[in-house]
């Protein structure tokens, strides 16, 4: 079973562009989540989509925003991007195991973005 | 709100010697948590996950967790550390009283020393 798949892996932009950064899950999985991960604060949820509906949203900013597919494929977009979002994007394809139960996450390798 | 905690920044353990990787939580109902490793320019890796049960868990690579309620901490241990251990560690929790999501601690850097 392929893993999880995320492009690019290497991101250089300017200040006030904008970005949109890819995700396919595993095969089979419909639950999508990404993180923002920097070294003075961990790791950031930012949202998480199930059936191409955003179920949670974390603490960004409204330039971030998100989409999930049909085929469960999910995109994130950053607009006029700032120094302090170079990051490392994490997505994670999640597993559902019934109503309430817990998630199991699979790691994709990350989009590195750079700002300047 | 709930939240995790993993109160140092770094850990460093000669090789052949016991490890512990410290998580505290706060939740309002009871909690899901998980442990994840991170290697350098790799994504996150699962090691073990406390759901119910046995407050023991056995995970990947030789590590275990216990889950204390009463403390509210879910730490990460090892008999006998390996050089190859060496990587940044990520405490999680999601409180089953809410469809919420998984928060992730700011990471412990596990040093192993030859």
């Known amino acids: 079973k392929a893993g999880v798949t995320q492009t690019p892996r290497y991101l250089i932009k300017t200040r006030g562009q904008q970005v949109t950064l890819s995700c396919s899950p595993i095969?089979?999985?419909?639950?999508v989540s990404w993180y923002q991960q920097t070294p003075g604060q961990g790791l950031q949820f930012l949202f998480e989509?199930?059936?191409?509906?955003?179920?949670n949203k974390g603490n960004f900013p409204g330039r971030f925003s998100g989409r999930q597919f049909s085929n469960s494929r999910s995109e994130m977009n950053v607009s006029t991007l700032e120094l302090g979002d170079s990051a490392l994007y994490l997505c994670?394809?999640?597993?559902?195991?019934?109503?309430?139960?817990?998630?199991?996450?699979?790691f994709g390798p990350g989009t590195r973005l750079t700002v300047l | 709100a709930q939240s995790v905690a993993q109160p140092e920044d770094q850990v460093n353990v000669a090789e052949g010697n016991p490890l512990t990787v410290k998580c505290t939580y706060s939740?309002?109902?009871?909690?899901?948590l998980f442990w994840y490793v991170q290697y350098p320019n790799r994504g996150l890796q699962f090691l073990l996950k406390?759901?119910?049960?046995?407050?023991l868990v056995k995970g990947s690579y030789g590590f275990e967790a216990e889950f204390n309620k009463s403390q509210t901490s879910f730490h990460l241990k090892k008999p006998s550390a390996l050089v190859s251990d060496s990587a940044l560690y990520f405490c999680?929790?999601?409180?089953?009283?809410?469809?919420?999501?998984?928060?992730f601690g700011k990471g412990t850097r596990l040093h192993i020393l030859p």
């Open positions: 095969s089979g999985h419909r639950s």
């Open positions: 989509y199930f059936s191409e509906t955003q179920r």
């Open positions: 994670a394809s999640n597993t559902w195991t019934g109503t309430g139960s817990y998630n199991e996450q699979f």
């Open positions: 939740v309002s109902g009871n909690p899901y």
């Open positions: 406390y759901i119910t049960g046995d407050n």
């Open positions: 999680a929790v999601r409180d089953t009283n809410r469809d919420d999501k998984i928060i």
